[in-house]
């Protein structure tokens, strides 16, 4: 119940085109679901975050949009760039990350050629 | 957000030996947390390293393999005991800082045990 489901474990997108990347959960109480991106020799880093009060959350070419119904959400990177390039984490936590773990994916290596 | 300082970066280690990974944060934290991530895995969480008492380990985790300290606010560290190649990994320091509700990480200390 308290893993979360990553998928596809790689994807490669042409400049320019559209990378989603979906996760599945099982635990009803999560309520906090962000995005990480993590560039090699980096640590991850917050890319974007949801609640599950909205179906959509959008910041620049990035977008999460969130079922709950189905206990889903995905990433969409817009006009991919080589730049992109990265591995994508998706995560849940039941509150918020001071007062509760964050539960990562299996994580996403996007490449994007030119 | 938090900047963490992590040290060593990186490290060819015996079969063995042990190695401490320092963490050092320019600002007080509320949470600090150690993860690991063994190569193209996700990101597993160790323990909550909390101020001025032992340790949270997760399961699958122990305190006589990862002794884990945080004497302060601002830094904490941890020991890979009795290395053996398994532990070949990069250790992963992150916190959330007061008032911010974003788990931030380290740029890793990455570990290859011979």
């Known amino acids: 119940q308290q893993q979360v489901k990553q998928s596809p474990q790689s994807l490669i997108v042409q400049k320019g085109g559209i990378s989603i990347i979906n996760c599945a959960y099982e635990?009803?109480?999560?309520?906090?679901f962000p995005w990480y991106q993590q560039f090699p020799g980096k640590g991850p880093a917050l890319l974007i975050a949801?609640?599950?009060?909205?179906s959509e959350k959008k910041e620049g070419r990035f977008t999460i949009s969130f079922n709950k119904s189905a206990k889903q959400f995905s990433l969409h990177i817009m006009d991919s760039q080589p730049g992109d390039s990265a591995t994508y984490f998706c995560?849940?936590?039941?509150?918020?990350?001071?007062?509760?773990?964050?539960?990562f994916g299996t994580g996403t290596r996007l490449q994007v050629f030119p | 957000s938090a900047v963490i300082s992590q040290k060593p970066s990186r490290d060819i280690c015996q079969r063995g030996t042990s190695l401490t990974i320092q963490c050092q944060v320019d600002?007080?934290?509320?949470?600090m947390f150690w993860y690991r991530q063994q190569p193209g895995q996700s990101l597993t969480l160790i323990a909550t390293?909390?101020?001025?008492?032992?340790?949270?380990?997760e399961s699958g985790f122990v305190i006589d393999k990862f002794p884990i300290s945080r004497p302060n606010l601002t830094f904490s560290t941890l020991t890979v005991s009795n290395m053996s190649p398994e532990d070949s990994s990069i250790y992963l320091c992150?916190?959330?800082?007061?008032?911010?509700?974003?788990?931030?990480f380290g740029a890793g200390s990455r570990l290859t045990v011979l």
């Open positions: 949801i609640r599950p009060d909205v």
């Open positions: 992150s916190v959330v800082g007061a008032g911010a509700n974003v788990l931030t």
């Open positions: 390293a909390n101020q001025g008492s032992e340790a949270t380990y």
């Open positions: 600002s007080q934290v509320t949470m």
């Open positions: 995560a849940a936590s039941m509150n918020e990350p001071d007062t509760d773990k964050l539960i």
């Open positions: 635990n009803t109480a999560f309520d906090y």
